[in-house]
């Protein structure tokens, strides 16, 4: 697996990370190790197999359409100071 | 639930200081503790006080909380002084930091959660709470989990038998207070892939991993959301099963909570082993760390097998050649982009940690991540991006989902011939903190090679504490089948 | 792939219907209530951390409802993914949505040409918050954030690129909007249908732009048309077109780039492994066949063969649910053919007339049929009966007691009637001559005294006769 600053890089930003430039250069060969050894998998057949997205079986739970009690507005806002009229604030768009 | 504020708080504690609660001997054992409080003849409340002093003591030394709920345990004790009842009335529980507790700040370990004090009880302290458990407070542990040391923190805990070593984790905090808790004490761990077992191990104390969604998982800040589970830690296997007869069970709240019916496993404790079949998992003896099983570990866990046997319990050697190939590799890809979406939500908005909103979006998020995760986390971060991104995810995400069927079938081969698998927990005994720095991470991640295949397989297992060597806690690993965790209480009570 | 295109313009939509479930996809937060941002909120629509999703039952049986209706085929499993990517409207910086599998797939709408648009697939996914702009997008310092809207369900219906027209997008977006209607899994009044469009046109090599976020089917029409305009300027100027994605302002009716092809999102897909998949069983789609209503197609065959009343009518009734189910309910009562025309042309004239739609309209089917079959009796004039329905749009009484009560019934009286005329002409004398002379619009003149007089209760038809008659004998 070619690991090279470029795509560290891309990683970083589509997961919305600022690495250093220390950070980079520490990462190219540890990320390297790691899917060095997670392309050990190329080695095992699963062809005919299906995946198992969680370890037992698992399926058919769905909820009723039956409305229960929010939280207040005040609750909502509670554990924020980015507040504003009974609204979150975030960070501009553009 | 009402939490005492302010004046009456500060008057409870004001009358709790003038008494002599000092001179209180703590009840150790649970079932008397448990009795005391029903029939009155402690006080409770001072009780309390003086669980929270100790707590403290320890904390101070070995650093096994990020916060000690003294205000919650306080007003859960006068409660409790009040109506005496519930199958843990007055027994302390420590709570790993990423199990949701209403009102107390719950950060799994991380600084991008400060001051995050969830609005609601997760299903099992709920549970908990209603049976008469007091929350002592929540335990530091690895930052969401990420780590098999502990060390993955801002408070790091450090080892009860010597200060100079780890916990073990990621449920170390949980895990260390266990062991040194004076007092009737339960703990909540949780495990991803390993980290209640590998604690318990290091820490000289029983943890139980038990099947993935035996125990709600509703209130748990999430690491990789198919794998992760909470289980009990104790001092004895008796209360392992105690506590889990309280929180095992459908919860209606989440969506991958098992409907299997629970059983009482106190039941199991102690009833006869003889002519169960036990597979030796024989692989993870041998040379799996480049020098091998720490030498100590095997022999210990040999001498418990000949003792299983003079008990006529049968037990033969077996292989795991695709668990014990690829369950390291399977696991960390799936557990890493699980965790990289469950993290994705951390951006300093709506609760946690926040910076001021001068940027954009994109720029407030990215340097927001970027300050308030630890190098950890952003290494799993990268990892989980990367094997979920178009292009790569046929060969690394979806192919380790499929890979996960092919160790869950070897399981069940097994399973069909064995009640239990043994094997050691990890392939080295608690290490220093000086030790570890000399590991890559890929070297980190290759110590989870005996406790990442049943957790990708979300099997129950469990960490038999078989005494010490010089200041090295030993253990051994039992791991059952899906819903088995009633066997794990069988042959752990035979191990002695 | 490479499709192999030759029409002018190449059309494809992606349509987000907001269903009109009780609560959020999931949680069991209220979809709807009062205007205070943030009051329909709880852990999991914020994205708390420690909470988890639950899927609203409801919420599947409404898609499936829609998949059944726009003739998809059903996939056996509802599976949910995560779609990572990071915006400040969304709780949890990701979507839980379906990629893999699809809820149904390959369906259509056809359109009255008889062209049937594909439906390459439907499915679930959860609406992100609401995000305002407090000093407009460009120069605002931050965005405030409403949650009430996160969480809501959406079904997405994503079409092949197989409409021609701008004009051809509407018409599909309005027969879907009346499938909605028929299915009551849509709230007009409540519920918003977006819509994403792609188009490109034949003379840039079928170079695709995708316009963003358009709500109204005015202003999908609109942005394609300026669209179209503006693809064709560019090859007109020699500029090179490249595929982008834009964003359509309302307020200017332009486009606007947001971002080319090479900088798309990643989003990661992974299955949501805090959810389980759902078994669509056989069973399960029968109970919801069983609960289908008749469709719009289906309702047109019955009106025009069953109530037989002329094609275009039963079309332009279909395409109101609430107009379908009235005329199927007066036309047992009273002629279908007279239901028919007093409907499409009466109570639509009235509802256009009071900025209404449909689903607004409070009137009671019982007085509609009390005054119809006073018309159909002759009870009242047309002219009568129109002055009544548009007071029954505004406030509920009963025709019948208020034509009894204001004496409205049409004057039968022809001697009273006759004299009169006569007294009408003889006040206009001149005006008669004119109509003796063959000024047609002299004659409504004279109908137009009496009525008057008669406050509308004349029959408008026998006055006329009447009025021919007198004149002529003169």
């Known amino acids: 697996m070619q690991i090279d600053k470029q795509l560290v890089q891309h990683i970083a930003s589509t997961a919305r990370l600022q690495l250093s430039e220390q950070e980079i250069n520490e990462f190219i060969p540890q990320l390297k190790e790691i899917l060095d050894m997670f392309s050990q998998l190329d080695q095992i057949d699963v062809k005919n197999t299906l995946p198992s997205f969680h370890p037992i079986l698992l399926e058919n739970v769905t909820r009723e359409d039956k409305i229960k009690p929010s939280l207040t507005q005040e609750q909502a806002l509670s554990l924020t100071k980015h507040k504003e009229d009974g609204y979150f604030k975030g960070p501009k768009i553009l | 639930m009402a939490i005492l504020k302010g004046q009456r708080y500060y008057k409870l504690k004001l009358s709790i200081d003038n008494n002599n ?175 209640i077992v590998n604690p318990a191990l290091f820490c000289g104390v029983y943890g139980l991993c038990p099947t ?102 049968i037990c033969e050697e077996v292989s795991m050649p695709i668990t014990n190939k690829y369950g390291i590799p399977a696991y960390y890809i799936i557990a890493t982009a699980e965790a990289s979406t469950n993290l994705a939500k951390y951006c300093g908005i709506r609760y946690g940690a926040a910076d001021d909103l001068k940027s954009n979006y994109n720029e407030y998020f990215t340097k927001f991540r970027e300050a308030n995760f630890s190098k950890e986390a952003k290494r799993r971060i990268m990892l989980g991006t990367f094997t979920r991104m178009a292009g790569y995810r046929d060969a690394y995400y979806t192919k380790a989902m499929k890979v996960r069927t092919k160790i869950i079938e070897e399981y069940q081969h097994l399973f069909k011939k064995y009640d239990a698998l043994i094997s050691p927990v990890m392939p080295m005994l608690a290490p220093k903190f000086s030790e570890l720095e000399k590991l890559t991470p890929a070297q980190h991640y290759m110590a989870d090679i005996m406790t990442a295949p049943p957790n990708l397989a979300g099997l129950p297992h469990i960490n038999v504490p078989i005494g010490m060597h010089n200041d090295q806690a030993l253990g051994l690993m039992l791991t059952t089948n899906h819903f088995e965790e009633g066997k794990l209480i069988q042959i752990g009570s035979a191990i002695r | 792939m490479k499709m192999k295109f030759t029409a002018d313009i190449i059309i494809g939509t992606e349509v987000h219907v907001q269903l009109n479930t009780n609560t959020k996809l999931f949680c069991s937060c209220a979809t709807k209530g009062e205007d205070i941002p943030n009051s329909r909120c709880c852990e999991i629509c914020l994205g708390m951390p420690g909470s988890k999703p639950l899927v609203n039952q409801k919420a599947i049986e409404y898609a499936l409802k829609l998949a059944l209706a726009l003739h998809c085929k059903i996939n056996p499993d509802v599976i949910f993914s995560r779609k990572v990517y990071f915006y400040p409207d969304l709780a949890k910086n990701y979507q839980i949505t379906q990629f893999e599998v699809p809820l149904g797939e390959n369906g259509c709408i056809i359109l009255d040409s008889g062209r049937k648009v594909k439906i390459e697939r439907i499915h679930l996914e959860e609406d992100p918050a609401s995000l305002i702009h407090p000093a407009g997008m460009e120069k605002s310092q931050y965005t405030l954030i409403d949650y009430n809207r996160s969480g809501i369900p959406l079904c997405e219906i994503v079409t092949a690129p197989e409409m021609h027209s701008p004009e051809e997008a509407r018409e599909f977006m309005n027969k879907l909007k009346i499938i909605l209607q028929y299915l009551k899994i849509f709230d007009e009044n409540v519920c918003v249908i977006k819509a994403d469009a792609n188009i490109s046109i034949k003379e840039s090599g079928y170079i695709r732009s995708e316009i963003k976020n358009i709500t109204g089917f005015k202003e999908i029409e609109d942005a394609l048309l300026y669209e179209i305009q503006r693809q064709k300027k560019a090859i007109k100027d020699n500029e090179k ?43 399960f789609v029968k109970d919801i066949q069983k609960e289908m209503p008749e469709l719009p197609e289906q309702k047109i065959h019955k009106f025009i063969h069953t109530h037989k009343i002329n094609e275009q009518d039963a079309k332009i009734l279909a395409a109101e649910y609430i107009l379908a189910e009235l005329f199927e309910q007066i036309a047992v009562e009273v002629s279908p053919q007279l239901a028919a025309k007093w409907l499409r042309r009466e109570l639509i004239r009235v509802v256009n007339y009071n900025k209404m739609n449909f689903s607004q309209l409070k009137i009671d089917v019982k007085h509609l049929i009390e005054l119809f079959s006073m018309i159909e009796k002759k ?12 007071q029954l749009i505004i406030k509920q009484f009963s025709p019948k007691e208020y034509v009894e009560k204001n004496n409205l019934k049409t004057v039968q009286d022809i001697a009273q009637l006759e004299s009169l005329c006569k007294e009408i002409i003889s006040k206009n004398a001149q005006v008669a001559q004119d109509y003796k002379n063959g000024k047609q619009e002299a004659l409504h003149f004279l109908i137009g005294q009496v009525m008057r007089q008669m406050k509308g209760k004349a029959d408008a038809k026998a006055l006329k006769e009447m009025f021919e008659k007198m004149i002529k004998d003169e």
Not at chain 2, 138 to 166: H, L, M
Request: proline share 2%.
């Open chain 3, 379 to 390: 009870e009242i004039t047309e002219t009568v009966g129109q002055d009544i329905m548009n």
């Open chain 2, 212 to 313: 993935y969604g035996r125990v709600s998982r509703y209130g748990l800040l999430d690491y990789g959301s198919s794998l992760d589970k909470i289980g009990p830690m104790a001092k004895t296997i008796e209360d392992i099963a105690s506590l889990l007869n309280i929180i095992a069970g459908h919860d209606d709240k989440e969506a991958t909570s098992a409907t299997q019916k629970t059983e009482d496993y106190t039941k199991y404790l102690n009833r006869p082993v003889r002519k169960m079949k036990i597979g030796i998992i024989k692989d993870l003896f041998g040379d799996v760390f480049g020098d091998g099983v720490d030498e100590n570990i095997t022999k210990a866990i040999y001498k418990k097998i000949e003792q299983l046997e003079s008990e006529e319990v």
């Open chain 3, 241 to 283: 077109l490249i595929q982008d994605t834009r964003g359509w302002n309302p307020d200017n009716k332009t486009t606007i780039r947001l971002r080319t092809k090479e900088t798309e999102a990643d989003y990661g897909y992974i299955i949501d492994p805090d959810l389980v998949k759902i078994d669509i069983t056989e069973k």
């Open chain 2, 21 to 195: 609660y000092q001179e209180i001997k703590m009840i150790t054992n649970l079932h008397n503790h448990i009795q005391a409080v029903h029939n009155q003849s402690i006080d409770i409340v001072e009780y309390t006080a003086k669980a929270l002093e100790q707590a403290k003591a320890i904390n101070k030394e070995y650093n096994y909380f990020t916060t000690i709920s003294e205000e919650l345990a306080l007003s859960q004790a006068q409660n409790l002084k009040k109506t005496p009842t519930g199958r843990l009335a007055g027994v302390f529980l420590s709570v790993k930091d990423a199990i949701c507790v209403q009102g107390v700040e719950s950060t799994a370990g991380s600084k991008i959660l400060k001051g995050y004090k969830p609005l609601f009880n997760a299903t099992v302290i709920q549970r908990c709470i209603n049976e008469g458990a007091i929350i002592l407070g929540k335990t530091s542990q690895d930052e969401f989990g990420f780590g098999g040391f502990a060390v993955n923190t801002e408070i790091v805990p450090k080892n009860p038998f010597n200060k100079d070593r780890v916990t073990g984790g990621s449920s170390g905090g949980s895990a260390g207070i266990t062991q040194k808790a004076d007092f009737a004490h339960l703990a909540l761990g949780e495990s991803t892939g390993g980290s």
